[in-house]
Nanobody, 119 residues
Framework: QVQVVESGGGLVQAGGSLRLSCAVS????????IGWYRQAPGKQRELVVR???????TYADSVKGRFTASRDTAKNPVYLQMNSLKPEDTAVYYC?????????????WGQGTQVTVSS
């Protein structure tokens, strides 16, 4: 079993910065990807960034150049540094961990952390 816990959300003015953290615990040996997603009111959950173990990091076009994902050693924790925040970045941010089990992938979600950017 894998547990995912986000932290670091809050209220910030436009142009400001926040750093989110994602702690993954439990059976982390088979985690092959970590992702940050966000969901604004009335909208679908969307990918912000996805980090593949030993591979690439993919950002959504809307956050390229402003957001940076990084990870500490041994996959834990994973940070999302958000700079030059805009009101449209307001959303609940979720961290996900993908566990590979044979040919199947199980995705675990955290509870989410609210980010609010005021204009």
């Amino acid at each position: 079993q894998v547990q995912v816990v986000e932290s670091g959300g809050g209220l910030v003015q436009a142009g400001g910065s926040l750093r989110l953290s994602c702690a993954v615990s439990g059976s982390t040996g088979s985690i092959n990807a970590i992702g940050w997603y966000r969901q604004a009111p009335g909208k679908q959950r969307e990918l912000v960034v996805r980090i593949i173990s030993g591979g690439s990091t993919t950002y959504a076009d809307s956050v390229k150049g402003r957001f940076t994902a990084s990870r500490d050693t041994a996959k834990n924790p994973v940070y999302l540094q958000m700079n030059s925040l805009k009101p449209e970045d307001t959303a609940v941010y979720y961290c996900s961990a993908d566990e590979r089990a044979g040919t199947q992938i199980f995705r675990y979600w955290g509870q989410g952390t609210q980010v609010t950017v005021s204009s």
